[in-house]
């Protein structure tokens, strides 16, 4: 009977979702309940297209930059909130959550805190104020952080950071103590806040995504406060299998969410090789919007998935070109003159036919 109840909502989902055609992606996501992000830079603001399309596409906007130490903290007693209020005064003029990146991370830090040979006793110190301290400006305006990001290896091992081992906070030899450790602060600062573990090249069921779900596993065993994983999915368009990708990347999901936790897609973009001037194949880029549509499908037959995020939304703005030294790029849901490309058709059509109907039954909150 329950079963029936819930294919008799599922139909009444999908027909609500094909009759009324979402024409944004955050009318669509709005729809489907799930939140369609993108990172920005407040600096980009001021450009008309680059606003009204932020605005009119997306429900959530996380600082790409403006909340990270090197920015925050320009020297040890001065905390800098100018560029990450620029963006919070966007999302609330604009009825959009924001998401904050990062508090704790082994890089982009300032030179003054890595190369001042402070004692561990110290790093803990300024560690636990600048949790507090940014946590607490914010308030609730922040709905969730990535507390941590990027702690592990490839090999599911502790990266070495000034936070964990060089010289650390004082729990270099205790595995992911430290970790733990500034969860606890973070929830103590600001309990109402969502706590999230962000991480590269988890996404798959692989070593490092092991690593994580045994520690958030261990976490909430626990009681240690953790609300979710952010899954970074910056993704290469082309050596990979696509299906196996995405059904990899839905188990991983899976796994996760039943911890009870959520999961976040965080850094969403598929780079694709480009020529000289910037420009990548019609194939590849059909390719590209293949893989933002099993991802984006990934995400929404899980319950537990509830925000997808891109790194970016315009080829005009994105990491990609200068990490991957001109080799790579056209990454993003938008060309460089703002008009859709086939991956953002992609990812309307999958967020348009809603999340109800694609749960597989083993994540079924009723099975
Ligand atoms: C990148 C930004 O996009 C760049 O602007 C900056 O120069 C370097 O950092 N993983 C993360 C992000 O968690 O913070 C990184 O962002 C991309 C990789």
New binding site residues.
């Given amino acids: 009977m329950a079963r029936h109840h819930y294919w008799f909502s599922a139909c009444l989902v999908c027909v609500l979702a094909s009759t009324g055609s979402a024409q944004t992606l955050r009318k669509a996501a709005d729809r489907a309940g799930v939140l369609i992000g993108t990172?920005v830079?407040p600096s980009q603001f001021s450009e008309r297209r680059y606003a009204s399309v932020l605005a009119r596409e997306f429900n959530m906007v996380e600082p790409?930059?403006a909340l990270?130490w090197w920015v925050v903290r320009p020297d040890r007693h001065t905390y800098d909130f100018r560029a990450g209020d620029k963006v919070v005064r966007f999302a609330q003029a604009h009825q959009m959550q924001v998401r904050g990146?990062?508090l704790v991370?082994g890089?982009?830090n300032p030179d003054w805190l890595t190369r001042g040979h402070f004692t561990s006793r110290q790093l803990s110190h300024f560690l636990r104020d600048h949790i507090s301290r940014v946590m607490k400006h914010y308030g609730d305006q922040v709905f969730a952080w990535?507390v941590v990001?990027?702690a592990l290896d490839e090999n599911g091992k502790l990266r070495d950071s000034i936070w964990y081992n060089q010289p650390g906070i004082g729990l270099a030899a205790s595995g992911t103590a430290y970790i733990e450790q500034v969860f606890r602060w973070a929830h103590k600062a600001c309990p109402g806040a969502l706590l999230f573990y962000?991480e590269?090249e988890g996404e798959t069921v692989n070593r490092k995504s092991d690593a994580i779900y045994a520690m958030v596993k261990d976490f909430k065993e626990r009681g240690v406060p953790i609300d979710g994983v952010g899954l970074?999915m910056?993704i290469s368009g082309n050596d990979i299998e696509n299906e196996s990708m995405t059904a990899s990347i839905s188990a991983n999901i899976a796994r996760l969410a039943a911890l009870g936790i959520q999961v976040h897609i965080?850094?969403f973009d598929v780079s694709v090789p480009v020529d000289s001037s910037g420009l990548a194949s019609r194939d590849d880029l059909k390719q590209q919007a293949d893989i933002y549509r099993g991802v984006v499908r990934a995400c929404l037959e899980n319950a537990g998935c509830t925000a997808i995020q891109t790194?970016?939304f315009t080829d005009r703005y994105?990491?990609i070109r200068?990490?991957s030294r001109g080799t790579r790029g056209q990454a993003l849901l938008f060309d460089r003159d703002y008009e859709p490309k086939a991956a953002y058709q992609a990812v309307l059509s999958e967020l348009s036919a809603g999340r109800v109907l694609s749960y597989p039954r083993s994540v079924h909150p009723s099975n």
């Fill in positions: 990172a830079r790409e930059d990270k990146h990062c991370w890089r982009d990535d990001n990027e962000n590269a970074q910056h965080t850094e790194w970016g994105s990491w200068s990490h």
